[in-house]
């Protein structure tokens, strides 16, 4: 006779994916955006999404860094900056062994006129869907968060480095790369107002220790950001492009 041996199946392994850092979203789907993720076993996921304005950008966000454990009792965990607007479980509905794409629409927690604003969206198993999967320690789950910039608004920065610190900005439409006039350039405590080419230059900027700062455009309720704006300053009157 033959004799089959038959084990226990594999303990399943969950995982979740998508981008992060800083992202500029696609001004094509700004009528309808969404921020899409990919899940995998997990039965059920904590998302959480934070309207932000650029003053509350940290290096030390979640974002901005992979994680390969969470304390929970750090700061940006319990309390993400700028004003909560969801913090809910939604059920994934996957099979197992199958990755599904989930998305999650963004139109309520954006301007109503122009479907722009600034958001930090945050990613993570609930407790029962981790311990479901990998049963392993809790603080070593698998978190995913970007920064969506849902902005109809591009720049492009040149910095100097003469004597005279000169920052020149140039602002279009990110669909269409047309000038945007009169939009508000503001860095390093200094603002200038673009032309109807969309130029703007402010000079004598102070960065002490070449330090890094954050560039702001502003044009009626949207707005667009690029951060680590550094530059050093030399002795030679030579602009750089």
């Known amino acids: 006779s033959i004799q089959f041996h038959v084990h226990d199946p594999p303990p399943l392994i969950g995982d979740i994916s998508g981008a992060t850092g800083m992202i500029i979203m696609d001004p094509g789907v700004l009528d309808e955006p969404f921020y899409p993720f990919m899940v995998y076993n ?25 994680y390969y454990f969470t304390y929970e009792n750090q700061e940006w965990y319990n309390k993400l900056p ?9 059920q994934t509905n996957c099979k197992r062994y ?11 927690y954006l301007n109503k006129k122009s479907n722009s604003g600034q958001l930090i969206i945050l990613i993570e198993p609930t407790k029962k869907a981790w311990d479901e999967c990998q049963r392993g320690d809790w603080q070593y789950r698998q978190t995913i968060s970007a920064w969506l910039q849902c902005t109809r608004l591009a720049v492009d920065v040149y910095l100097s480095s003469g004597m005279d610190l000169i920052l020149t ?14 939009a508000t350039v503001s860095v ?9 080419q969309g130029l703007c230059t ?7 220790n070449n330090e890094g700062g954050i560039l702001v455009v502003e044009k009626d309720e949207d707005t667009c950001m690029v951060v680590n704006i550094y530059h050093h300053k030399s002795y030679f009157n030579v602009y750089v492009w």
């Open 42 to 66: 997990y039965s059920e996921l904590t998302i959480r999404i934070n309207k932000v304005k650029p003053e509350h950008y940290q290096q030390c966000l979640p974002c901005f860094n992979s």
């Open 82 to 90: 700028g004003e909560e607007l969801l913090n809910e479980v939604i």
């Open 98 to 108: 199958e990755p599904k794409e989930i998305k999650v629409p963004l139109t309520a």
């Open 169 to 182: 900005a140039w602002v279009t439409e990110l669909m269409t790369g047309a000038s945007v006039n009169q």
């Open 188 to 196: 390093f405590d200094k603002k200038q107002e673009t032309n109807q």
């Open 202 to 208: 402010i000079r004598t900027l102070n960065t002490e």
